[in-house]
């Protein structure tokens, strides 16, 4: 079985989604990315020998960010899809065409894990902004935040010891202002100038936010902003070697606590780095990716 060709909108469709203002955000998404390039790394998903022809595999990626910046469900995705004049378009899905369903998105979804595309659509989109100059490489905020588990949390272990789902076993614990959340951390680097993410990594909650510096660094900014859990000698040393200045918050010790001069200049930095705080409010808020939507 073949992947069905994008087609063009019939007639009747044209003439319904003439109108510029059904979705402004959208037309302009669509008009600025480069969708082929997409297209190309999307390839490799398998399509069967027999049946009906399965649909364009850009179709489905785009129905994919649809899911994610209008946070929803398969289900609400197949729901919007047949119910909304503007996403069509998008995803370029005439009105003679039927909608696909929610298990559609689900296999496409496994095949993009299973064949590992993602690191390599997320490098394409940061080439296209790039070339957009959307990205000026300035410096890059980086920052932290715990996603909770989708499953409910686990109890403690019979010796006390902390809990695990059977449900989720990837996920881990992991205390923060005095409560313990079950879930995952997503580990950003954020365009300083833009403010457009350029480096995501997921890990378990249990990982400290500063090992994972070197993952969401792109070695071409001139500045490295974080906060204080960032503060290590290792983390110096990478980016002294890759010729980055340094702008991680200071931290002390009870033992050995910093100076009015180190307080004074994480006072500076924390009015760079807390930008990044603007994008978690934007994840959680408006996406309400405050939960992770999949079990691995």
Not at 169 to 195: C, L, M
Request: aromatic fraction near 10%.
């Amino acid at each position: 079985m073949s992947h069905q060709s994008s087609k063009n909108l019939d007639l009747a469709d044209s003439l319904i989604v003439s109108n510029p203002k059904l979705n402004i955000r959208l037309n302009k998404i669509d008009q600025l990315v480069d969708w082929a390039a997409f297209e190309e790394i999307l390839n490799p998903i398998y399509a069967a020998k027999a049946g009906r022809p399965s649909y364009p595999i850009l179709t489905l990626f785009k129905c994919l960010l649809l899911q994610t910046w209008y946070s929803l469900s398969d289900y609400a995705l197949e729901e919007a899809l047949d119910d909304r004049i503007s996403f069509r378009k998008f995803v370029r899905l005439s009105f003679s065409q039927k909608i696909p369903d929610h298990s559609t998105f689900s296999r496409f979804r496994d095949q993009l894990v299973r064949l590992n595309l993602k690191d390599a659509l997320f490098l394409e989109l940061d080439r296209q902004l790039q070339k957009l100059n959307l990205i000026v490489k300035k410096g890059t905020l980086v920052d932290a935040t715990v996603i909770e588990a989708s499953v409910s949390k686990p109890n403690k272990n019979s010796d006390n010891s902390s809990g695990t789902s059977s449900k989720d076993p990837d996920a881990n614990w992991t205390k923060k202002r005095g409560q313990f959340h079950y879930g995952y951390k997503a580990h950003i680097g954020v365009d300083q100038e833009s403010e457009l993410i350029r480096k995501l990594e997921l890990t378990p909650a249990n990982v400290h936010d500063g090992e994972m510096l070197k993952k969401v660094i792109t070695n071409e900014e001139e500045w490295v902003y974080a906060d204080k859990a960032y503060d290590s000698y290792k983390n110096s040393l990478i980016l002294d070697e890759k010729g980055i200045k340094n702008g991680i918050m200071m931290k002390g010790s009870r033992n050995n606590p910093i100076g009015n001069s180190e307080k004074y200049c994480n006072k500076i930095l924390s009015k760079y780095r807390s930008a990044v705080e603007r994008i978690f409010g934007t994840l959680k808020r408006s996406y309400e990716y405050r939960r992770s939507r999949y079990i691995a």
